[in-house]
């Protein structure tokens, strides 16, 4: 089971932290991977990070603002959000994978309900 949390109302060029917390540990062994999902669009791919945490990788529409990290100890995934722009408002999932390295939705097995992430103008 994977739970985000930390998403919110903010306005834009600020910042939020969303976590991604498991109740197994087994999820360390996991890539995970964030997904966000605007109001009438589809879902689109916002980062990973490999199982060990050594390995990132970002959608270009977030790349140097957006940085996803771990905690093994915790079982809690994180990404953390500077210079938010209100195109970022969407809802955002978590998601895990056996598939390594992979930013293909398809590929990831266990999914989180989701966090609302609101940025005002």
């Known amino acids: 089971q994977l739970v985000e949390s930390g998403g919110g109302l903010v306005q834009a060029g600020g910042s939020l932290r969303l976590s991604c917390a498991a109740s197994?540990?087994?999820?360390?062994?996991?890539?995970t991977g964030w997904f966000r999902q605007a109001p009438g669009k589809e879902r689109e791919f916002v980062s990973y990070?490999?199982?060990?945490?050594?390995?990132?990788y970002y959608a270009d529409s977030v790349k140097g603002r957006f940085t996803v990290s771990r905690e093994h100890a915790k079982n809690t995934v994180y990404l953390e959000m500077n210079s938010l722009k209100p195109e970022d408002t969407a809802v955002y999932f978590c998601?895990?994978?056996?598939?390594?390295?992979?930013?293909?939705?398809?590929?990831?097995?266990?999914w989180g309900q989701g966090t609302q992430v609101t940025v005002s103008s």
């Open positions: 998601a895990a994978t056996s598939t390594p390295y992979s930013d293909y939705e398809g590929w990831y097995e266990f």
């Open positions: 197994a540990s087994t999820f360390n062994t996991y890539t």
């Open positions: 990070i490999d199982w060990g945490g050594y390995t990132t």
